[in-house]
């Protein structure tokens, strides 16, 4: 009787390359599902029959060249680059789980050397923030250091991880944080009215975010959108504090997809000379708001 033949050894390559290809689809999927640009949805399907035929490790790619040595393979441009590099550095495509709807916030803040769970809660909680671009700002401008907790060294170690953790990404540029290019205030104002006008007339595709959904009911609005070559998502806020505070219809997320990656926020001003006003969280200036009261 002959021996069983032994079990044939995975190949790490084509384990890791087959787990984008199927990321890839899925986001190609979900895309199409909401009304995104059809050139967007063919590019993530040609990008994954091209990444599962090849047989070295896109890691491997990634960690000897950079951002670099993936683009200049074919079908993968920048956005496809950040996508991979965000699945090696961090074992997740955080953008995916955007449009699947299963972001949490406090857990993402978490994965940020000197910030622990409940760390996270009160940065989340007390400071506003919702992004790893955010929690960089406040440790450049001051707002991280008047939490307790946060000295000056726990206040510096995160801005150094965050420092090093965008520039393995390739999610930051050569200049500081607060000189990127960043969208006007006007373009994104525009993306809000036009998510807000959207959603409240059901003109736009909705998905079921596993947070704060035990019925796993399709609720939540998603807009996908241009603005000249930037490609923008917007969601409403689905976060612990939007539900505390009741603003789940009002708090508008702003996502710049893709190489020019970054996050803002739209709210009704409840206060102040602005009341009434949607202003860009952060912007809130004269000239940083326009009418729009709360949605319905």
């Known amino acids: 009787m002959s021996s069983p033949s032994p079990r044939r050894a995975q190949n790490p390559a084509s384990t890791f390359n087959r787990e984008v290809a199927r990321q890839f689809r899925l986001a190609s999927d979900l895309l199409e599902t909401q009304a995104a640009d059809p050139f967007r949805v063919s590019?993530?399907?040609?990008?994954?029959?091209?990444?599962?035929?090849?047989?070295?490790?896109?890691?491997?790619?990634?960690?000897?060249?950079?951002?670099?040595?993936?683009?200049?393979?074919p079908t993968i441009g920048r956005a496809?680059?950040?996508?991979?590099?965000?699945?090696?550095?961090s074992g997740q495509w955080r953008w995916l789980e955007r449009l699947e709807g299963t972001t949490d916030v406090e857990t993402l803040l978490a994965t940020v050397a000197g910030i622990g769970p409940g760390l996270a809660a009160r940065i989340h909680?007390?400071?506003?923030?919702?992004?790893?671009?955010?929690?960089?700002?406040a440790a450049h401008d001051g707002r991280l250091a008047t939490l307790p907790g946060f000295g000056a060294k726990r206040v510096q170690s995160v801005a150094d991880s965050l420092a090093g953790r965008f520039q393995r990404g390739g999610r930051r540029r050569?200049?500081?944080?607060?000189?990127r290019h960043e969208p006007s205030t006007?373009?994104?104002?525009?993306?809000?009215?036009?998510?807000?006008?959207?959603?409240?007339?059901?003109?736009?595709?909705?998905?079921?975010?596993?947070?704060?959904?035990?019925?796993?009911e399709r609720w939540l609005p998603i807009l996908h959108t241009t603005r000249g070559d930037r490609h923008y998502t917007a969601v409403y806020s689905n976060t612990a504090r939007?539900?505390?505070?009741?603003?789940?219809?009002?708090?508008?997320?702003?996502?710049?997809?893709?190489?020019q990656q970054g996050q803002w926020t739209v709210v009704t001003e409840t206060g102040g000379p602005h009341?009434?006003?949607?202003?860009?969280?952060?912007?809130?200036s004269p000239s940083a708001s326009a009418p729009g009261g709360h949605s319905p």
Do not use: C
């Open 43 to 73: 590019a993530y399907r040609r990008a994954a029959a091209y990444v599962e035929s090849k047989g070295e490790s896109l890691a491997e790619v990634y960690r000897e060249g950079g951002m670099d040595g993936l683009i200049a393979m």
């Open 80 to 89: 496809l680059a950040v996508a991979i590099a965000d699945m090696v550095e």
């Open 125 to 137: 909680h007390e400071l506003g923030i919702e992004s790893l671009e955010e929690l960089e700002l």
């Open 174 to 179: 050569s200049t500081p944080f607060t000189q």
């Open 186 to 216: 006007e373009e994104l104002l525009d993306i809000d009215a036009e998510y807000r006008h959207k959603a409240t007339t059901g003109a736009l595709p909705t998905i079921a975010p596993r947070r704060f959904n035990p019925e796993h």
């Open 242 to 259: 939007a539900h505390r505070l009741g603003r789940t219809t009002d708090w508008v997320v702003i996502y710049a997809d893709g190489p």
């Open 275 to 284: 009341a009434l006003t949607r202003v860009v969280r952060g912007r809130e």
